[in-house]
């Protein structure tokens, strides 16, 4: 059984920037793909950004492409998302997931999730 530990949120100004973490556990992690969806208070959650286990391609969300960027350490069995100019839509609980299936934008895709971590960006 897969676990997933995000970490790093935090409340941030505007404009600044934070790095989530995605640890995960239980399995190789080199074969999963890595996701990073978030959920707003009332909303759906919504993909943010992907990347595969086999050539590290990428797939963002048009709402964050050229801000956020998504990366994997396969030695640390870790995921990254790297927040620029963060805004305050960006305020969300953000979720790490993982998949043994190719990488998608859709949340069905992946079988295993984190608890995720708070992300908070005041105006």
């Known amino acids: 059984q897969v676990q997933i530990q995000e970490s790093g949120g935090g409340l941030v100004q505007a404009g600044g920037s934070l790095r989530l973490s995605c640890a995960a556990s239980?399995?190789?992690?080199?074969?999963?793909?890595m996701c990073w969806f978030r959920q707003a208070p009332g909303k759906e959650r919504e993909f943010v950004a992907a990347i595969s286990w086999s050539d590290s391609s990428t797939v963002y969300a048009d709402s964050v492409k050229g801000r956020f960027t998504i990366s994997r350490d396969n030695a640390k069995n870790t995921v990254y998302l790297q927040m620029n100019s963060l805004k305050p839509e960006d305020t969300a609980v953000y979720y790490c997931a993982a998949t043994v299936r190719t990488i998608t934008s859709s949340r069905a895709q992946y079988n295993y999730w984190g608890q995720g971590t708070q992300v908070t960006v005041s105006s």
């Open positions: 239980g399995g190789t992690f080199s074969s999963y793909g």
